[in-house]
Each structure stands twice: as C-alpha cells, then as structure tokens.
RNA sequence: GGAGAGAUGGCUGAGUGGUCGAAAGCGCCCGCCUCGAAAGCGGGUAGGGGUGUUGAGCCCCUCGCGAGUUCAAAUCUCGCUCUCUCCGCCA
C-alpha cells in the first residue's frame, strides 16, 4: 500500500512510478476523496467536540441537582448531525481503502524501465552448462524412467498439476529441504520458522495477495482460510501489528513450507513436470529491516539464495526485472534463473524482493529508531531460497548421465544416507 | 462438541455510567547525585487521525472486535473473535 500522504503531496512523483509499471491508474479521484474527507472530518469532529463538552457540562448540573433538559435536547439533534457525518466518513473511508489496495508499489530508481519482460536486465551468470554427449531428456522422462516421479498417479489421486514423489524421488525432495534449510540457517544466519498452511484473509491483505489476486489461490470452505501461495504469507505476517524493536532489525527468518497455487491464468502452459505445480516445496527467506539498510539486506538476500545453487553446482543467471515486469507489491526484485538442459534455457527457481514498506503499511508493522521516537514503518523482503520442485528438476536434467542415472550434488549426498547416484531398479 | 471464567497501556494490575486515555507498581528514557555505576531523588513514557505558524498548541478516535442503549460507556445490552479451566472426542 502506498502512502495517502505522498500521493496527496506528490502526486506527481506518485503517477510517474505508477507509469513505469504500466500501471494506468488515475489519482483524481482518490484525491478528491481524500480532500472531501478530510473537509466534513473538521465538520464532525467539531460536533463531537460540543457533545463532549456539553455532557460534562450536564454531569455537573446533575450533580448539583440542576436542570438539565434543554441541554440534553439539544444534544439529540448535535448526535443526529454526528451520526450522519459519521456514516459519510465511513463511506469514504472505505472508497480510499479500496482504492489503496489495489494500487502497486513505486519502482525503486535502480529498476530498468519497461513494459515487460524483454525489459529485464541479465546482472550476472554462474557456471558453465554442461556440454552433453547425448541428448538431454527432460526431467519428466527421467524421473518416469527412474520410477522417482508419478504424473500419471498424481492426476489420478488429485488431478493434473500434481505429482508423487517415490522412493529416492522423495527421499531427494527431503534432502534438499533439509540442506537449504541447513545452509540458511548456519552459514547465514537466519532463524528457521515451521508456519502454518492456512491463514486468514488479513494475513492474505497484509502481504498483497487479497484483494486483486483471490483467484490465484485456494480457498477453504466453509471457514474461509487461504492455503498459502508461499510461506512469504505466514512468515511476513508474524509481526503484522507489531512495533519491533530496532535493536532487533534485521530480523531474519527462513521456513520450508508447501506452497499452493491456483495458477488460474496459466492454463496450457508448463503442463508437463514439475515447473508449475498446484502443491509443491520451497524454503523461504524473509526479512524484516529498516529503510537504510534494506538495499543492503536486499543484495545479501540474493547472494544467500545463489549460495544454494553455487553449492549445488547448478548453472544460473541473476535477472533484475524490469518495472513492467516485477509482482504487485515489489519495488525492485531479482530472479534466479537455472539452467535446464532440455529446455535449453533458464528458468525461474527463485524471486527475491525487495517491498519497501508496501507490506508494512498493509500489515502495520513498524519499528521504533530510537526508544523515544515514533515508530515508522519496517521494510520487507523476502526471496525463495529456493524452490524444491524446480530444484528437483534441475538436478535431474544437469546430472543425468547417458545410462538414465542422475548422480547427487557432492553437498547432497550425506542428506541422501550415503547415495551418490540414482538408478533404475533392475 | 458441552459447561464455566476472562480479554485494560511494553509488563503486572486497579477501575460497574459523568474531567478515565485510564490509579499503582515494574520496565524504559531524561536530569540530579557519583570518578563511574548501583541505590536514592525529580520529571517523562500508548497508537492513529484532523488542524496548524509542519512536529508549539488545539481537537477527534481507540480500554479484544463490531453493533446498540444514553446528553454521557473501559464501565450497561447483544453478536463475534481469541485465551484459560473442566468434561467429551481425537492425530
């Protein structure tokens, strides 16, 4: 959520980042709004303040046994006037609050303007794709092949979009959780957190999924919670209404979770393997900062999220997104891409954001900068760290070997009891 | 699921209709004292909004949340949420 009093003092500075995002928003109304609002406020507050005084007044006529009667009939019609003004703010009210959810956040001055993703900008590249003596095959036909990955029963137990991970399928799924989870939490510093799965609407409101993305994801009937796209949700809401305390910034937190999404505007794409599930794992950084540091914690964030690939020996590429492609509530955000043989491309296995205080004024998260001054807003970030399934099927398709086996990344193999390759069963 | 109790400021905890945004204690901050600290003493210490000579003052709202009664509600009524205790059920 954007700032009321920004927009009402530099609207222009306002349009013009909504512009690069390709955002077309007018500003004239939620300003003329704002100006009503604020206009019959000093109106209403006046009549409350004659209320108030008024029945002070009659509070001391009664106690020294006075007539009160002409006061307190004319303090039936002042509380008339003050219902009806009062239902007109609340009106108001609730036109700018509708208005300020669905606006996104401003661009940071670092990000590349543009309309889409030919925008982005390639920040930097890791590893040498491997250079194959046969033809790659995808992952689906090795994780078929190896009796490891499941579509055909994935479909039939849930529909399509899910899978069943077996034996060392699942077994390397585990691994790999338990390995980022590791490395995050030792080598980087950050405090692992198990969240739930279903959330409420406000969690939803306070990271930027509700109201404009509902349809994205999945709802529970008849209780109303939302299974959680990304532990992002849980995670950032923890200090939702919360002043934190600035000796304790950064806070850093990382959490495995399952993730579900709808993937309702994504019908016919990806439909084989395990690119684009409606359930599927992924570790989560998140951290909460001041507005100094946040750029800072930002590019460390990404580094920690590199760190996973590097030890895994997976090749990938760092992308800052453009203004026209970057989600809803990012002021800036790099993707990791891995490198996928049989797509002979890179693919999307982490996002890592930086939200300014878009989340934290949504979720009123502040911070106090020192113990006498008044709180401000913290900045959010968070980043997969990274995606499980995606994970899975970069390792499969980098380490596959002409035979149908996949060897296990060097830093896998004591998650994995000892294995170093998985092969079919003869 | 049944029965009961409760929800007040960073914390503990008073407050059952009229200067209560709220006693007291703790904590925290500033000052005095001290070489320094502790103790002691004095003062300060919620959040949001509006106005404005833009952080001086003034005003409005908030005592879990939402309605209601009243000239006036932390205090009365109703609904909801959450917490705790006991019983039942259960991974």
């Given at each position: 959520?954007?700032d009321l ?9 306002v349009r013009?980042?909504?512009r ?12 003329s709004?704002?100006q009503?609002?604020?206009?019959v406020l000093?109106?209403?507050e006046?009549?409350?303040n004659k209320?108030?005084t008024?029945s002070?007044e ?8 006075e ?9 039936r019609?002042?509380?008339e ?7 007109k703010v609340?009106?108001?009210e ?15 001055e670092?990000?590349p303007e543009g309309?889409?993703d030919?925008?982005?900008?390639e920040?930097?590249r890791w590893g040498e794709?491997r250079?194959?003596s046969f ?10 092949n190896l009796?490891?990955?499941?579509f055909?029963r994935?479909?039939?137990?849930s529909g399509?979009r ?8 699942a077994?390397?799924?585990?691994a ?5 989870l590791?490395l995050?939490?030792?080598e980087?510093g950050?405090?692992e957190?198990?969240?739930p ?6 969690s939803m409101?306070?990271?930027g999924?509700?109201p ?6 999945f709802k529970?009937?008849?209780q ?12 950032t809401?923890?200090h939702?209404?919360?002043?934190l ?5 950064p806070i850093k ?13 994504a019908a016919g ?7 684009r599930q409606h ?21 460390k964030l990404?580094?920690d999220?590199?760190a996973?690939?590097?030890?895994l020996?997976l090749?990938y590429r760092?992308i ?16 990791l891409?891995v490198?996928l ?5 890179y ?12 989340q934290?004024?949504r979720?009123n998260?502040?911070?106090?900068p020192?113990?006498?001054a008044k709180?401000?807003f ?9 995606a499980i399934?995606?994970t ?11 035979d149908?086996?996949?060897?296990i990344?060097?830093?896998?193999i004591?998650y994995?009891?000892?294995l170093?390759?998985i092969?079919?069963?003869?």
């Amino acid at each position: 959520m954007l700032d009321l009093k920004l927009i009402r003092s530099n609207p222009d500075r306002v349009r013009e980042g909504l512009r690069k995002r390709g955002a077309e928003v007018s500003l004239s109304e939620l300003l003329s709004l704002d100006q009503e609002r604020r206009s019959v406020l000093v109106e209403l507050e006046s009549l409350k303040n004659k209320r108030n005084t008024v029945s002070k007044e009659v509070g001391r006529l009664k106690a020294a046994k006075e007539d009160a009667s002409i006061l307190i009939n004319e303090m039936r019609q002042v509380n008339e006037e003050i219902r009806n003004l009062d239902e007109k703010v609340r009106l108001i009210e609730e036109k700018i609050g509708e208005k300020l959810l669905t606006l996104p956040n401003l661009p940071h001055e670092s990000v590349p303007e543009g309309v889409d993703d030919s925008y982005n900008l390639e920040v930097r590249r890791w590893g040498e794709p491997r250079q194959f003596s046969f033809k790659p095959l995808p992952h689906w036909d090795i994780g078929e092949n190896l009796d490891i990955l499941d579509f055909e029963r994935g479909a039939k137990i849930s529909g399509a979009r899910f899978t069943v991970l077996k034996g060392m399928g699942a077994r390397l799924e585990r691994a790999l959780v338990n390995f980022m989870l590791d490395l995050h939490i030792n080598e980087h510093g950050y405090t692992e957190v198990f969240p739930p799965y279903l959330v409420n609407a406000d969690s939803m409101l306070g990271t930027g999924q509700l109201p404009k993305f509902a349809e994205d994801m999945f709802k529970v009937d008849p209780q109303g919670y939302y299974l959680i796209p990304t532990a992002e949700v849980p995670v950032t809401n923890l200090h939702r209404e919360e002043i934190l305390k600035s000796e304790d910034l950064p806070i850093k937190y990382v959490a495995y979770s399952a993730c579900f999404r709808a993937e309702a505007g994504a019908a016919g794409r990806d439909t084989r393997g395990l690119i684009r599930q409606h359930q599927f794992n992924k570790v989560e950084l998140v951290k909460f900062t001041t507005p100094e540091t946040s750029y800072t914690e930002h590019e460390k964030l990404v580094r920690d999220a590199e760190a996973v690939l590097q030890k895994l020996g997976l090749p990938y590429r760092v992308i800052l997104l453009s203004s026209g492609d970057m989600g809803f509530g990012a002021a800036k955000c790099y993707d990791l891409e891995v490198w996928l043989p049989s797509f002979n491309m890179y693919r999307e296995i982490s996002s890592c954001s930086n939200y300014e205080s878009f989340q934290a004024r949504r979720a009123n998260i502040k911070y106090r900068p020192t113990p006498d001054a008044k709180p401000e807003f913290v900045h959010t970030l968070n980043g997969s760290g990274v995606a499980i399934g995606r994970t899975v099927a970069a390792i499969l398709e980098n380490y596959q070997e002409a035979d149908g086996s996949v060897r296990i990344p060097e830093v896998l193999i004591p998650y994995m009891g000892g294995l170093e390759r998985i092969q079919a069963k003869k």
